[in-house]
C-alpha cells in the first residue's frame, strides 16, 4: 500500500512539475512576444543637420497654400532615411513630422487632410493644424516626432532641423 501511496504522489509531481514547466515556458514567450510589439521604436536620434528647400521648387507644389500636406525624403542623414510629412498651417508656418510610429517603429500610411493611421496596430495620428502628429487613437505611447520647422517668408525658404 505505501507503494502504491508513493506511485500515486511521484505521478502528480510528474504532472504539476511538467504543468509549471508548460507554464513558464509559454509566459517567458509570451512576454517576449508581447514586448517586441510593444516596445518604444522612436525615429533615430536628432543629427542637427538642416535641410532647406524653396517653395517655388518643383515638387512642392501642395505647400504653396495653406493646408497643403507633403509627405517627402530628404536623404539618410535627416529622419533615418525615412519620409517626413509636412504641413503648411498658417501662411508663415510649417510643422513637420516623422512618419515613424513611436510604438513599433512602422510608418504610418498616406495623411488625409485629417488624420494619418498606422498600418501596423492602428494608431491614429491628427494631421490638423490645432494638434498636428499628436495621438488621437491607438496604442502608440504618444504622437509622432515633431522636427523644428521655420520658413522665412521673403525668400520662400522652408528649413527643417533634423
Known amino acids: 500500500m505505501k507503494n502504491e501511496l508513493t506511485d500515486v504522489s511521484r505521478r502528480e509531481f510528474l504532472k504539476t512539475a511538467t504543468a509549471s514547466a508548460l507554464a513558464l515556458v509559454g509566459s517567458a514567450t509570451l512576454?517576449?512576444?508581447l514586448s517586441g510589439c510593444g516596445k518604444d521604436d522612436p525615429t533615430s536620434s536628432r543629427t542637427g543637420e538642416k535641410v532647406s528647400f524653396n517653395l517655388n521648387e518643383s515638387g512642392f507644389e501642395?505647400?504653396?497654400t495653406v493646408g497643403g500636406i507633403l509627405r517627402r525624403n530628404f536623404g539618410a542623414n535627416?529622419?533615418?532615411g525615412r519620409d517626413v510629412?509636412?504641413?503648411r498651417v498658417a501662411e508663415t508656418e510649417f510643422?513637420?513630422?516623422s512618419v515613424v510610429c513611436p510604438h513599433a517603429g512602422c510608418d504610418v500610411g498616406t495623411p488625409t487632410q485629417t488624420q494619418v493611421e498606422c498600418p501596423c496596430h492602428n494608431s491614429v495620428?491628427?494631421?490638423q493644424a490645432s494638434n498636428f502628429g499628436a495621438r488621437i487613437g491607438g496604442i502608440a505611447p504618444r504622437g509622432l516626432?515633431?522636427?523644428e520647422t521655420a520658413f522665412n517668408a521673403e525668400t520662400q525658404v522652408v528649413t527643417i532641423t533634423f
Open 145 to 147: 516626432t515633431a522636427f
Open 31 to 33: 512576454v517576449s512576444a
Open 95 to 97: 510643422r513637420t513630422v
Open 85 to 87: 510629412i509636412i504641413r
Open 78 to 80: 535627416r529622419n533615418g
Open 62 to 64: 501642395a505647400l504653396r
Open 125 to 127: 495620428f491628427s494631421m
